[in-house]
Nanobody, 126 residues
Framework: QVQLVESGGGLVQAGGSLRLSCVGSGRSMRTYAMAWFRQGPGKEREYVGGFSRTGGYTYYADSVKGRFTVSRDNAKNTMYLQMTSLKPEDTAVYFC???????????????????WGQGIQVTVSS
């Protein structure tokens, strides 16, 4: 059974930066697709960015392109989300997700991920 735990959230001023981490346990995440999602107040959970199963492709939501960067360290079973130039609209609970069967065309679909972290709050003040 895979468990995912996020860390690194908090309160930051607009224009600032944060780095989130997602540590996997129970299995090697090396062959898993991994992704970050977020859910703002009163909003649906949306895809932010992530990797295909092979790690050969990375994808980002249009709203974060050029500001957020995903990376992973397979040796540490960890995925990161580096967030820069943060905006108040980035305020949300951020979740990491993983799945070992998901196909590339479905990477943005939250319903396709079997494993989820508990989420971590990121608040950007104006």
């Amino acid at each position: 059974q895979v468990q995912l735990v996020e860390s690194g959230g908090g309160l930051v001023q607009a224009g600032g930066s944060l780095r989130l981490s997602c540590v996997g346990s129970g299995r090697s995440m090396r062959t898993y697709a991994m992704a970050w999602f977020r859910q703002g107040p009163g909003k649906e959970r949306e895809y932010v960015g992530g990797f295909s199963r092979t790690g050969g492709y990375t994808y980002y939501a249009d709203s974060v392109k050029g500001r957020f960067t995903v990376s992973r360290d397979n040796a540490k079973n960890t995925m990161y989300l580096q967030m820069t130039s943060l905006k108040p609209e980035d305020t949300a609970v951020y979740f990491c997700a993983a799945d070992e069967r998901i196909i590339t065309s479905s990477l943005r679909l939250r319903s396709q991920y079997d494993y989820w972290g508990q989420g971590i709050q990121v608040t950007v003040s104006s």
